[in-house]
């Protein structure tokens, strides 16, 4: 049997896919490199944006034909769903399955295929042996052994869930409540991937300075917990919720060698007023003073943020207050997101009265002062010689990133100007492991570099 996964939203969704791929590789399935060749499709889905329901209905069409031509084929969805949605989806899909309980995926598939007369076709479904089923049994999600997409960075989940109900988010609704992962579940997660060459590790959670698995650990002391392990990788986080920030977590980040310079921290909006409306709990001088803070202990660090532009009632006055703290902190990079109601959310009954043109706009406007700071902050790159993993060579470069998240291209050994210079360095850039790089160009989204001995 084989398996197709169709991943919607951020890296926990992609991070719970790989885990997913590991649920169905225990239980004997093949993963499939092309959907119409799978037996079994499984949707992670994400609601945060967008109707869930409109972003996977073309793809129904075509998954009827592939039932016509296959009898064992089936659909399974699971990830963020609204709970306005479940019932909608679960006439939609064979089996709608809560991601927490993931692990359960191939008996729930198991119990469906005898409820119809395709699954009595079905052997390798019905006839496994009880003490296989035993060894193979995996009590808990966060235990389940991923199956990671890359060799190099591997996303690691310590905690799921959110408890901060901002005005416009469905995720405390769709994920539920916060749950924090076992100091040693993660340890010994993170020491098994870098025995196993992997060069960044990813900690996941919805926001992972809430992570406090017990009375004594929490998230600076889990960073330094995973800096002791002996070997050579970098340590990254996603995401941190400006409101939980302590100067703590800063200090760690600084002293940690392991924790690189890179700090996502979401903005939303620069107005005060929408900033309550939307239950963030900090002000826009808050914000500026976080991030003073930060570049005053971690050099040369990148800070990355998210932004919803066209909040119910952002009159243009409170967006130019978003605009003017973009242009004073100067991000690395700003995902920005026009507002959209969803159902269920305290946001969803305020009036949604800014047009789909004017949000367009403001995104737009926001864009130009991203680009124009993104730029000036990576030219301070040109002419350092910094540490680059290198994830891909090709005929012509090398590819990798930065400790700071930065994209950087390599002018490999085939550039007829450096044929001599750099064929003798051409064993220095291996896939998957750390080269030091000179920079020399930037653009907005990325830098340019050539290899140093
Ligand atoms: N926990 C993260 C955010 C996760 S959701 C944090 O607080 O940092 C990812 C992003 O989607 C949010 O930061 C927000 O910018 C955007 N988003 C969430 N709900 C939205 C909505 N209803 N409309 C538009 N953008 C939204
Ligand atoms: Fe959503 Fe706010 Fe939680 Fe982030 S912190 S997941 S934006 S509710
Ligand atoms: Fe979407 Fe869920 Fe992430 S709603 S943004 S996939 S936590």
Redo the contacts with the bound molecule.
């Keep these: 049997m084989k398996y197709f996964i169709r991943t919607y939203g951020c890296q926990m969704n992609h991070s719970d896919s790989e885990r997913i791929a590991g649920v169905l590789e225990l239980a004997n399935y093949e993963k499939s490199t092309k959907e119409d060749e799978a037996d079994l499709i499984v949707i992670n889905m994400c609601s945060?944006r967008e109707s869930a329901v409109s972003r996977i209905s073309g793809n129904f069409h075509k998954y009827k034909n592939y039932k016509k031509k296959n009898p064992n084929f089936k659909t399974v969805i699971t990830g963020c769903i609204l709970p306005s949605d479940k019932d909608r989806f679960d006439k939609l899909f064979d089996l709608i399955i809560d991601i927490k309980e993931i692990e359960k995926l191939p008996e729930r598939l198991k119990k469906d295929y005898f409820k119809s007369d395709s699954k009595v076709q079905n052997p390798s479904i019905t006839q496994e042996s009880p003490a296989k089923a035993e060894n193979n049994t995996i009590n808990d999600y966060f235990s389940i052994n991923p199956q990671h997409n890359s060799k190099i960075t591997a996303y690691v989940p310590i905690m799921t869930g959110?408890?901060?109900?901002?005005s416009?988010?469905?995720?405390?609704y769709t994920?539920g409540r916060e749950k924090s992962r076992s100091v040693d579940e993660i340890l010994n997660e993170v020491r098994n991937l870098v025995k196993n060459g992997y060069r960044e590790i990813i900690l996941l959670g919805?926001?992972v300075n809430s992570y406090k698995p017990n009375e004594n650990t929490d998230f600076p002391k889990l960073l330094q917990l995973i800096n002791d392990i002996p070997g050579d990788f970098w340590i990254k986080f996603l995401?941190s919720?400006p409101k939980d920030i302590s100067e703590e977590l800063i200090k760690t980040i600084a002293q940690c060698e392991k924790c690189t310079e890179c700090i996502h921290l979401?903005l939303?909006s620069g107005d005060n007023e929408i900033l309550e409306k939307?239950?963030?709990k900090y002000t826009s001088e808050h914000f500026l003073a976080l991030i003073k803070m930060i570049r005053k202990i971690i050099s040369d660090v990148a800070i990355t943020t998210?932004i919803i532009v066209g909040f119910p009632g952002e009159t243009e006055e409170q967006f130019q207050n978003t605009a003017e703290i973009m242009k004073k902190v100067k991000f690395d990079m700003v995902y920005i997101n026009k507002y959209s109601p969803r159902s269920g959310t305290v946001s969803a009954k305020m009036n949604d009265d800014v047009s789909w043109e004017e949000k367009k706009k403001r995104e737009d406007f926001l864009n130009i002062i991203l680009e124009k700071n993104a730029l000036e902050n990576n030219q301070e790159y040109i002419g350092k010689t910094i540490d680059v993993l290198i994830e891909k060579i090709d005929k012509d470069y090398a590819y990798g990133k930065t400790r700071s998240f930065k994209n950087v291209k390599i002018f490999h050994f085939c550039h007829p100007e450096l044929v001599e210079e750099i064929s003798k360095k051409k064993d220095a850039m291996k896939i998957g492991e750390f080269a030091k790089i000179k920079i020399t160009q930037a653009n907005a989204w990325g830098l340019e570099g050539k290899i140093i001995e």
């Design positions: 945060v959110c408890n901060n109900f901002c416009y988010c469905v995720v405390p994920r919805q926001n995401t919720h979401a939303q939307m239950n963030r998210d």
